[in-house]
């Protein structure tokens, strides 16, 4: 009796846990990809802050590669949401996982950079 409830258990844990990782996969692929489209304005607007200004910063160098990781999370959330029909790719999720959660630290660093950088 003790082990089909254990085994029950574990079959519900794993059944929330791929739950989990579909909806995972459901929300960083719309937010990684607007968030492309963030980095590529900002860009924009660091670039005519330089010509107008001359002042040069190490910004849009940041966003340009926050903006490959934030498609590598867009990539690979689409991929892992569009072969579900043939079988979870677990880690695919983790590469979108992990690679907007680096995106997201590296548009922070950025934000602080943009900051202090602009306002000296």
């Known amino acids: 009796m003790t082990g089909r409830r254990v085994r029950g258990e574990s ?6 846990q791929i739950a989990l990782d579909e909806r995972t996969c459901r929300l960083i692929c ?4 607007a968030l492309v489209g963030v980095c590529l304005t ?3 607007l660091l670039r ?3 010509v107008v200004h001359g002042h040069e ?9 926050d903006a490959v990781l934030f498609l590598i999370a867009t990539l690979a959330s689409y ?5 579900q029909a043939s079988g979870r790719v677990h880690w695919l999720e983790q590469i979108a996982d992990r690679a907007f959660i680096a995106a997201m ?3 922070t660093f ?3 950079v943009i900051t202090y950088a602009v306002s000296k």
């Open 11 to 16: 079959e519900r844990r794993e059944s929330r």
């Open 30 to 33: 719309p937010v990684a990809a």
């Open 42 to 44: 900002g860009i924009g």
């Open 48 to 50: 005519v802050v330089a």
């Open 57 to 65: 910063t190490l910004a849009d160098d940041i966003l340009s590669v």
């Open 79 to 83: 991929v892992a949401i569009r072969r």
């Open 105 to 107: 630290l590296l548009l």
């Open 110 to 112: 950025a934000c602080f």
